[in-house]
């Protein structure tokens, strides 16, 4: 079973910085995709910044993203981050990590997503 492990959310005022990370839990053969995305309630969870492996891991940002907010990825730790700096009050949301990788070299890949982490900017 694949876990992702988050942390790194909080309350911080407009204006500062959090670094939310995500690992994967278990040994695994290849990641293909790790990302981050954001929910408010009642609405539908958005991407906010991604790696793709195929990409020449090369990130891909929201636009209001852009800028402010970098991802990253430790390929030994298998985990991402997500640094995010000028934090705005529309910033504020749950955050998922979201990964599709290949357990084995010859499974098909699987998306997998964590539990989410709260972040809250306040004014």
């Known amino acids: 079973q694949v876990q992702l492990v988050e942390s790194g959310g909080g309350l911080v005022q407009a204006g500062g910085s959090l670094t939310l990370s995500c690992t994967v839990s278990?040994?695994?053969?290849?990641?293909?995709?790790m990302g981050w995305y954001r929910q408010v309630p009642g609405q539908r969870r958005e991407l906010v910044a991604q790696i793709i492996s195929r990409q020449s891991n090369s990130p891909d940002y929201a636009d209001s993203a852009k800028g402010r907010f970098t991802i990253s990825r430790d390929n030994t730790k298998n985990t991402v981050y997500l640094r995010m700096d000028s934090l705005k009050p529309e910033d504020t949301g749950v955050y998922y990590c979201k990964t599709v990788l290949r357990l084995r070299y010859d499974d098909p890949p699987g998306m997998y997503w964590g539990q989410g982490t709260q972040v809250t900017v306040s004014l």
């Open positions: 278990r040994g695994i053969f290849a990641i293909d995709l």
